[in-house]
């Protein structure tokens, strides 16, 4: 099959970046189309790890062309930086094309977003992502079309000023040093000149049709989506299968295999309920052994037990057809392992998760307990070479979730994967 989309299931980080390379390896396309350098997905291969934030993973595979949607929000001057880098450190200059109707995250947004004390109250990235996508609903941002004209400076700087005058002079804004943002769009423009600002749409639809191999790379995770997600603790963008017919201009319906990637235990960073977070033993031993800190922050990621109620709503959302099960290798050495199967509201059993944030945090898990293993399973090839309990894990997830589990991660390697 030639579309394939990887998703995340939970609250991001789930490993999407490590599947997505995976995959991509004979791919003609890989095409993010939500969010922008929020994300942060890990690729480790034998010459070892690299991080990325605007490009999708798939960018260390010479030969596969790389689109950032229109659906996302970019920030010249840190894409800029991260070919520099990918250059720097792996000679690799991506055929890269951007959606002309991407928006353009200037050096106002982040600070826009630090005025408006979302980074303080809903645990954002800082990267601007809020504002940007604020300003594309207001129908006051500036687009990739927009940044390759001419007048394009003047209206930058038009907006800057009015924004000066409604924060009331701020500092933050009024001392605002554009010389970088200025300098990234000069070099992105010529980057850009010939035939890569691109109609997505067009272009993705005619490479279906001429039957090449296209990925969609999620950012983000389900539960974080600004519409289905644990509202307001949620980013701005559609990180869910319905971003990719707005952010990418294609039909969800083109995009045959939906890969759910599903973390074997759950991770949350910034705030927001998350009814199996455990602050106790088990919460710690998941973030050390799991080296849960953010890929893009370095903040701590809040740990706990596998929620099958999120799982099993976002599983509906998106209709995934398998799943990615991912960090299986990080339960090795438990005891015994819980998962939480329902949530108790207010002494009333419910197993289907509430849209509301301030019910969710009223949930209390119920749980129940699996068998678990001793041995490290990193070297596992087949699902044959885990041990018992190991594989019943698997085929639980499987049997819940009702999505053929088609991929197991062992180890944060290409290598470390086993694939069914
Ligand atoms: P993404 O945002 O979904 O791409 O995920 P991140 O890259 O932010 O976080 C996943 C982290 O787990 C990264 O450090 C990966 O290298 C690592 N990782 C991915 N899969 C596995 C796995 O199966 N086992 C282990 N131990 N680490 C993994
Ligand atoms: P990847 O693609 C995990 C979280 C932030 C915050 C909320 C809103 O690596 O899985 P934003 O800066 O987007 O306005 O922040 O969303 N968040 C992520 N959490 N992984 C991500 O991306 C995230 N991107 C945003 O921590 O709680
Ligand atoms: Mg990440």
């Known amino acids: 099959m030639s579309t394939t989309t990887i ?7 789930e490993g999407k970046g490590k599947i997505a390379d995976l995959l991509s390896e004979d791919a003609d396309w890989v095409v993010r189309f939500n969010g922008g350098p929020n994300a942060g997905h890990t690729v480790v291969d034998e010459e070892g790890e690299f991080k990325f934030h605007h490009l999708p993973s798939a960018s260390l595979h010479e030969g596969c062309k790389v689109l950032l949607g229109p659906g996302m929000v970019i920030n010249p001057v840190g894409l800029v930086e991260e070919l520099d880098q990918l250059q720097a450190k792996r000679g690799l200059k991506p055929e890269i094309f951007i959606g002309s109707r991407a ?19 809903v645990g954002t990235t800082g990267r601007g992502i809020g504002p940007t996508y604020q300003d594309k609903a207001a129908r006051s941002g500036f687009r990739f079309m927009d940044l390759v004209k001419e007048d394009f400076e003047d209206r930058f700087r038009e907006r800057l000023d009015r924004l000066k005058g409604i924060w009331g002079d701020p500092e933050s804004l009024t001392d605002l040093d554009t010389s970088e943002f200025l300098d990234a769009v000069a070099r992105l423009r010529e980057l850009l000149s010939g035939d890569r600002l691109v109609n997505s749409s067009t272009l993705i639809n005619a490479a279906i049709d001429g039957e090449e191999k296209v990925i969609f790379e999620g950012a983000q995770g389900s539960l974080l989506d600004i519409d289905m997600g644990t509202y307001p603790f949620v980013t701005s963008s559609n990180p869910t299968i319905g971003g990719i017919g707005t952010g990418a201009g294609v039909s969800p319906t083109r995009v045959e295999r939906r890969i759910g990637v599903v973390k074997a235990y759950t991770t949350r960073v910034g705030k927001g309920p998350m009814p199996t977070e455990n602050n106790e033993e088990l919460g710690e031993w998941l973030r050390e052994k799991g080296g849960e800190y953010g890929a893009t922050t370095g903040r701590p990621r809040r740990c706990g037990p596998l929620d099958l109620v999120g799982l099993k709503f976002t599983t509906k959302l998106n209709d995934f057809t398998e799943i990615a ?18 949530y108790r509201l207010d002494g009333d059993k419910i197993t289907e998760f509430p849209p509301s944030s301030e019910d969710l945090a009223r949930c209390e898990p119920t749980y129940m307990t699996l068998g678990g293993w001793e041995e490290e399973v990193t070297d596992a090839k087949n699902l044959e070479d885990l041990p018992t309990a190991a594989r019943d894990y698997v085929n639980f997830v499987e049997a819940e979730l009702d999505v053929p589990v088609s991929i197991v991660s062992v180890g944060k390697k290409r290598s470390e994967t086993i694939v069914r």
């Open 103 to 121: 928006h353009v995250i200037t050096p106002y947004h982040p600070v826009l977003e630090v005025l408006e004390k979302s980074k303080e109250e």
């Open 325 to 342: 099960l991912t960090k299986l290798d990080v339960l090795s050495g438990l005891d015994e392992i819980k998962v939480a199967n329902g």
């Open 7 to 13: 998703i995340g299931s939970q609250w991001g980080d």
